[in-house]
């Protein structure tokens, strides 16, 4: 097979986003926050069509701003109903980004009927058109796919966050409270990674859509999780995972003519559901062995 | 009876603890001496828990304040430190023994700054003295409880702090463990730190402590334990259970140590 420049792109795009939620989702998997994203990648939407609003395009730095801005009211809302009001943290999740994510439609039906911005391409998106969504500047300059561009600009600033503030992040994923004797500021820390949160997902709908960043999001880490119990592999693996993803989902699509973030949806759902059965039935077996003696 | 120390390490005035609006700590104002090792008791739900966290400000109090080495919280907090309860944290966090006690020299490394060979020494050495350095490389998830406490008591002593806070450190510890933390513990005060170690046994209390606190959410007592454990207050700490109290007295008398009569 000849280079293909298409397909490389496409991986190339596919792997960074993969490997930005997967960096994400291991800190947020440690902080049983999983579901969190979940939330955040939905209650984003008001912040989308507020931001697009105020922007007239779908382009704009303010969609991201103004999807940050509700990724972290998101976060807030859930903490208030949890720790304030007493709701358990699975049915304040609910009830938060189901409403959030509702009022954004309600916003989208009112006001953006005639523009090109609808729920369905915040939901899926579609990584295929991305070779012919270009980035043209003012002199008429192509200079290559828009979408790869935002996802190398997330990955930058998605691994320099994690880079500088690992030992925070790791040492208020386990125990927040021993951090905040000790002065490390978890709550800023915790919000600071809402906000990745939130700026990846919007930066990543339009190729894979929220539904699948919350896959990416959670699988990977989570398959990853099976294999290893140190953190140093663990953030590897999922890298690895994020990238093996990207082809097998890229190529699979094109032999069964599909989606493709659909496609590297399901393949990492295979690899956990495969790395579970092989995991779950050593770990029995280690069970027996232990029990003998 | 509340005895004040001076010159104190810590000192909290009129302070109350309310969750949901209900108070669970009421009026708490005593003073605690350095050096000393301080043993809060107090029944279940007396608020013990309580009282550590308002001091380390993990709670926040509906009234009074709170002063550590005579300053406010905020200045200070480098110099405490904190055990929490063993089950606040999952074990299964994907960490080595050294890992964890390695995080107890973050808050002085500041921002972006990363542990590197002396922060590593300071972990191996505050292992050595929890009798863990057989474990450094060994996962969190494989330890039993009581090593998983010591782990704990490590990460606390790598951070080198003047003031450590321990909530029922002795929880799930066997008994040889049991003296050799408190063994360490001492040595530890004989340096001049301050340790308060909320406990849940009044019997091995009675050996091991200078301090006591008394709790039932007002305060009992505060004062050397010479005199503050006498009958009268162990039973307005511990209400009317006089069934334990007679079990005290009676391993008081074996142990040739009366402090009822002081």
Redesign the interface.
């Known amino acids: 097979m000849s280079f293909d420049q298409n397909a490389f792109l496409i991986i190339l795009t596919g792997s960074l986003i993969a490997i930005s939620c997967g960096l994400l989702g291991v800190f947020m998997m440690?902080r049983?926050m999983a579901m969190t994203g979940d939330a955040i990648s939905h209650a984003v939407l008001p912040g989308i069509v507020i931001g697009f609003f105020v922007a007239g395009s779908q382009r704009g730095l303010e969609v991201i701003i103004g999807a940050g801005i509700l990724g972290i009211i998101a976060t807030l809302i859930i903490d208030w109903l949890r720790k304030k009001a007493?709701v358990q943290l699975d049915a304040s999740i609910g009830i938060t980004f189901t409403l959030l994510f509702a009022i954004g439609i309600i916003l989208i039906n009112l006001f953006a009927y005639n523009v090109d911005l609808d729920q369905e391409c915040v939901l899926y998106g579609e990584i295929a058109y991305l070779p012919i969504d270009l980035w043209v500047t003012g002199s008429g300059t192509i200079l290559g796919p828009r979408i790869t561009y935002l996802a190398v600009l997330n990955f930058t600033l998605v691994a320099g966050f994690i880079y500088?503030?690992?030992?925070?992040l790791?040492?208020t994923?386990?125990?927040e409270?021993?951090?905040?004797?000790?002065?490390?500021p978890s709550k800023g820390i915790n919000l600071a990674l809402m906000s990745m949160v939130s700026y990846t997902t919007v930066s990543s709908f339009e190729a894979v859509g929220a539904i699948l960043v919350v896959a990416l999001l959670v699988v990977p880490p989570a398959t990853a999780?099976l294999w290893?119990?140190?953190?140093m592999p663990?953030i590897k693996l999922t890298t690895i995972l994020g990238i093996g993803i990207s082809i097998l989902g890229y190529y699979l699509a094109y032999l069964f003519d599909s989606s493709i973030a659909g496609m590297m949806v399901t393949v990492a759902g295979v690899l956990f559901l495969l790395s579970a059965l092989i995991k779950g039935r050593s770990s029995k077996s280690a069970g027996t062995s232990m029990a003998n003696i | 009876m509340i005895i004040q120390a001076e010159s104190p390490v810590l000192e909290i005035h009129d302070m109350t603890v309310s969750y949901d609006q209900s108070p669970v700590l009421w009026n708490i104002d005593f003073t605690l001496p350095s050096g000393q090792l301080i043993g809060i008791l107090g029944p279940n739900g007396a608020g013990k828990s309580t009282l550590i966290k308002a001091i380390m400000g993990l709670v926040n109090p509906t009234g009074g304040y709170v002063k550590v080495f005579d300053k406010p919280l905020e200045e200070v907090r480098s110099r405490i430190s904190y055990v929490p309860q063993r089950e606040s944290v999952d074990w299964n966090f994907p960490a080595s023994v050294l890992d964890v006690v390695m995080m107890g020299t973050y808050g002085k490394l500041g921002l972006f700054k990363r542990p590197g060979k002396r922060e590593k020494e300071v972990a191996l050495a505050s292992l050595d003295q929890v009798g863990m350095s057989a474990f450094i490389n060994r996962q969190i998830s494989e330890l039993s409880g009581g090593q998983q406490q010591r782990v704990f008591i490590a990460r606390a002593l790598a951070q080198d702090a003047d003031l450590y806070l321990m909530d029922e450190p002795f929880a799930g510890v066997d008994i040889a463990t049991e003296a050799a933390i408190f063994e360490l513990l001492k040595k530890m005060a004989l340096e001049g730190k301050t340790v308060v170690v909320v406990h849940h046994d009044i019997y091995s209390a009675m050996t091991y402590f200078d301090w006591m606190i008394m709790l039932n959410l007002h305060l009992v007592a505060s004062g050397p334990k010479n005199q503050v454990v006498t009958e009268e207050l162990l039973r307005k700490t511990y209400g009317g259970k006089l069934n334990l109290l007679s079990k005290v007295s009676e391993l008081v008398r074996k142990q040739d140590f009366n402090p009822l009569e002081h």
């Open positions: 440690l049983k007493r500088f503030f690992f030992k925070e790791t040492l994923s386990f125990d409270s021993f951090g905040s004797v000790m002065g490390i999780f290893t119990k140190n953190l663990l």
